[in-house]
Protein backbone atom coordinates (compact mmCIF):
# COMPACT_ATOMS: atom_id res chain seq x y z
CA UNK A 1 0.00 0.00 0.00
CA UNK A 2 1.27 3.51 -0.97
CA UNK A 3 1.40 6.05 1.40
CA UNK A 4 0.44 9.36 0.63
CA UNK A 5 3.30 12.12 0.66
CA UNK A 6 2.65 14.82 3.21
CA UNK A 7 2.31 18.09 2.57
CA UNK A 8 5.52 19.56 4.45
CA UNK A 9 8.68 17.72 5.92
CA UNK A 10 9.32 19.39 9.24
CA UNK A 11 6.26 21.18 11.19
CA UNK A 12 6.62 22.83 14.17
CA UNK A 13 4.03 23.06 17.34
CA UNK A 14 4.29 24.47 20.83
CA UNK A 15 2.01 24.68 24.16
CA UNK A 16 1.57 23.92 27.30
CA UNK A 17 0.12 20.70 26.65
CA UNK A 18 -0.95 20.45 30.34
CA UNK A 19 -4.38 18.42 30.73
CA UNK A 20 -3.57 16.70 27.37
CA UNK A 21 -6.98 17.09 26.11
CA UNK A 22 -9.37 16.42 23.02
CA UNK A 23 -8.20 20.48 21.48
CA UNK A 24 -4.56 19.55 22.40
CA UNK A 25 -4.76 16.59 20.98
CA UNK A 26 -6.61 17.58 17.00
CA UNK A 27 -3.57 19.99 17.15
CA UNK A 28 -1.07 17.62 17.20
CA UNK A 29 -2.73 15.21 14.99
CA UNK A 30 -2.94 18.02 12.37
CA UNK A 31 0.87 18.45 12.87
CA UNK A 32 1.52 14.71 12.13
CA UNK A 33 -1.22 14.87 9.30
CA UNK A 34 0.35 17.58 7.18
CA UNK A 35 3.77 16.94 8.14
CA UNK A 36 6.75 14.39 8.00
CA UNK A 37 8.77 14.85 11.28
CA UNK A 38 6.80 17.38 14.27
CA UNK A 39 9.09 19.69 16.30
CA UNK A 40 7.13 19.42 19.54
CA UNK A 41 7.93 23.04 21.61
CA UNK A 42 6.86 21.78 24.91
CA UNK A 43 6.70 24.76 27.53
CA UNK A 44 9.37 24.45 30.23
CA UNK A 45 8.38 25.14 33.48
CA UNK A 46 10.53 28.52 34.22
CA UNK A 47 8.45 29.62 30.64
CA UNK A 48 4.78 28.16 32.63
CA UNK A 49 6.02 30.49 35.50
CA UNK A 50 6.37 33.76 33.18
CA UNK A 51 2.83 33.23 31.72
CA UNK A 52 0.51 34.06 34.60
CA UNK A 53 -1.90 31.08 33.93
CA UNK A 54 -5.00 31.05 35.90
CA UNK A 55 -4.13 27.67 37.43
CA UNK A 56 -1.77 25.47 38.38
CA UNK A 57 0.00 24.08 35.97
CA UNK A 58 1.71 19.84 35.96
CA UNK A 59 4.95 20.21 36.03
CA UNK A 60 7.00 19.65 32.76
CA UNK A 61 8.61 15.64 33.34
CA UNK A 62 4.58 15.15 33.62
CA UNK A 63 3.62 16.78 30.85
CA UNK A 64 6.22 15.32 28.71
CA UNK A 65 5.30 11.74 29.82
CA UNK A 66 1.82 12.42 29.29
CA UNK A 67 2.28 14.16 26.11
CA UNK A 68 5.29 10.90 24.79
CA UNK A 69 2.85 8.53 25.73
CA UNK A 70 -0.15 9.72 23.48
CA UNK A 71 2.13 10.35 20.88
CA UNK A 72 3.48 6.67 20.86
CA UNK A 73 -0.46 5.31 21.46
CA UNK A 74 -1.07 7.26 18.75
CA UNK A 75 1.76 5.41 16.45
CA UNK A 76 3.70 8.50 16.00
CA UNK A 77 6.92 7.06 17.29
CA UNK A 78 10.01 8.21 15.28
CA UNK A 79 8.19 10.81 13.57
CA UNK A 80 8.55 13.67 16.15
CA UNK A 81 11.38 15.33 18.98
CA UNK A 82 9.84 17.24 21.86
CA UNK A 83 11.98 20.10 23.32
CA UNK A 84 11.59 22.24 26.05
CA UNK A 85 9.80 25.76 25.22
CA UNK A 86 11.86 28.60 26.93
CA UNK A 87 10.35 31.33 25.28
CA UNK A 88 6.92 31.73 22.32
CA UNK A 89 9.38 30.99 19.56
CA UNK A 90 11.70 28.23 20.25
CA UNK A 91 13.52 26.49 16.99
CA UNK A 92 11.39 28.48 14.77
CA UNK A 93 13.64 31.36 14.66
CA UNK A 94 17.07 29.35 14.27
CA UNK A 95 15.80 26.50 12.29
CA UNK A 96 15.88 26.95 8.18
CA UNK A 97 14.58 23.45 7.97
CA UNK A 98 11.08 23.95 9.13
CA UNK A 99 8.74 23.96 6.78
CA UNK A 100 5.12 25.05 8.63
CA UNK A 101 4.07 26.31 11.81
CA UNK A 102 0.84 24.56 13.33
CA UNK A 103 -1.53 26.97 15.47
CA UNK A 104 -4.97 27.47 16.79
CA UNK A 105 -7.45 30.17 16.46
CA UNK A 106 -5.90 31.09 19.72
CA UNK A 107 -2.17 30.77 19.22
CA UNK A 108 -2.19 32.27 15.21
CA UNK A 109 -1.21 35.79 16.29
CA UNK A 110 2.47 34.69 17.39
CA UNK A 111 2.64 32.68 14.18
CA UNK A 112 2.22 35.62 12.66
CA UNK A 113 4.84 37.33 14.63
CA UNK A 114 7.40 34.39 14.09
CA UNK A 115 6.85 34.71 10.42
CA UNK A 116 8.08 38.51 11.08
CA UNK A 117 11.44 37.67 13.22
CA UNK A 118 12.20 34.90 10.29
CA UNK A 119 12.56 37.30 7.58
CA UNK A 120 14.45 40.11 9.63
CA UNK A 121 16.61 37.54 10.23
CA UNK A 122 16.88 36.10 6.64
CA UNK A 123 14.89 33.15 7.04
CA UNK A 124 11.98 32.36 4.59
CA UNK A 125 8.31 32.49 6.54
CA UNK A 126 6.59 29.51 7.43
CA UNK A 127 3.64 28.22 6.45
CA UNK A 128 0.95 28.66 8.56
CA UNK A 129 -1.66 25.94 9.41
CA UNK A 130 -4.20 26.81 11.88
CA UNK A 131 -6.91 24.52 13.31
CA UNK A 132 -10.02 25.52 14.70
CA UNK A 133 -10.90 25.61 18.32
CA UNK A 134 -12.04 22.32 19.63
CA UNK A 135 -15.54 23.13 20.95
CA UNK A 136 -17.10 21.08 24.24
CA UNK A 137 -20.55 20.10 24.89
CA UNK A 138 -21.76 23.93 25.59
CA UNK A 139 -20.15 25.09 22.19
CA UNK A 140 -17.54 27.08 24.26
CA UNK A 141 -13.77 25.94 23.03
CA UNK A 142 -12.44 23.40 25.31
CA UNK A 143 -9.65 24.96 27.74
CA UNK A 144 -7.25 23.51 30.40
CA UNK A 145 -8.59 26.72 32.48
CA UNK A 146 -12.15 25.04 32.32
CA UNK A 147 -10.71 21.37 32.70
CA UNK A 148 -8.57 22.81 35.85
CA UNK A 149 -11.89 24.01 37.41
CA UNK A 150 -13.49 21.29 36.94
CA UNK A 151 -16.52 22.94 34.23
CA UNK A 152 -15.41 19.99 31.68
CA UNK A 153 -13.38 16.59 31.27
CA UNK A 154 -10.74 16.13 28.94
CA UNK A 155 -13.05 15.51 25.86
CA UNK A 156 -15.63 18.77 26.72
CA UNK A 157 -18.19 17.35 28.40
CA UNK A 158 -19.81 19.41 30.57
CA UNK A 159 -19.08 18.41 34.26
CA UNK A 160 -21.22 20.99 36.56
CA UNK A 161 -23.01 24.37 35.21
CA UNK A 162 -22.25 27.19 36.54
CA UNK A 163 -23.89 30.49 37.33
CA UNK A 164 -23.46 32.76 35.24
CA UNK A 165 -23.67 36.60 35.96
CA UNK A 166 -24.58 39.24 32.78
CA UNK A 167 -22.79 42.34 32.89
Known amino acids: METKKKPFRK ?3 GGTFDELHKGHKALLSK ?3 VGEYVLIG ?4 EFVAKMNKPHKTAPYIERFTE ?3 FLEKSGFKKHFEISPLNNSYGLTLNKDSIDALIVSQETA ?3 EIINKKRVETGLP ?5 KIT ?3 AENKKPISTTRIR ?3 IDKNGKILKHKNHTRY
Open 149 to 151: TNE
Open 133 to 135: LVP
Open 109 to 111: KIG
Open 125 to 129: PLNIV
Open 11 to 13: VAV
Open 31 to 33: AFQ
Open 67 to 69: LTL
Open 42 to 45: LTSD
